[in-house]
């Protein structure tokens, strides 16, 4: 697993990395564009939304809706991913933090219209997950949604197939979402595939 000086070392090549594997459609990051880009267009949805971005990485994603209006919060634990992104969003809410010990002080502090996540809560265990999850619910306003994009499957013989496929590419320090076990925790969860690899979380409050 990336510590944060990991990440620090790989931000100034890191959407191209990404971009590759997307391009050329392998895992881990088949479907990367297209689950920013559904994304993106639900938060569209609502004018001048308030958004909370764990682990924004360089802003790709909120980038985007900082440039059509969105008020842009977020948390990431990378010094140097949060200078790239700062970069791009000066007046964005951007604050250090390790989301897999909560969220930090200051976004706790505010209420959402969305909470979204992509490719960055597959470092929480399952049962992290499921805390960390019902923690952000809780900072959602009245009809606010969680939309979390990653490395997903419907079930665990889908993520065990795509294990077998990608052989010694797979990953075996990340925990990625099944999203049938998820909904043990939250009946409400909803989930759209978007590649072999990749989809979307639906959490509403």
Known sequence: MLDKNGFDLWADDYDKTVGVSDEENTYPFAGYKEVLGRIFQTVMERQCAAVLDIGFGTGA????????GCD???QDFSPKMIGLARE?????HLYPGDFT???AEPPRRQTYDFIVATYALHHLTDEQKTAFLRALQGRLKEGGQILNGDVAFATREELNQ????AGEEWDDEEFYFVADELKNAFPNLS???????????????
């Open 101 to 103: 010990h909560g969220l």
């Open 191 to 205: 989930f759209e595939p978007v590649s072999f690899c990749a989809g979307i979380l639906t959490l509403a409050r």
């Open 61 to 68: 994603l909120t980038a985007k809706l900082y440039e059509h």
């Open 162 to 165: 795509c294990r077998e496929a």
């Open 72 to 74: 842009i919060y977020g």
């Open 88 to 92: 791009k969003m000066p007046e964005a």
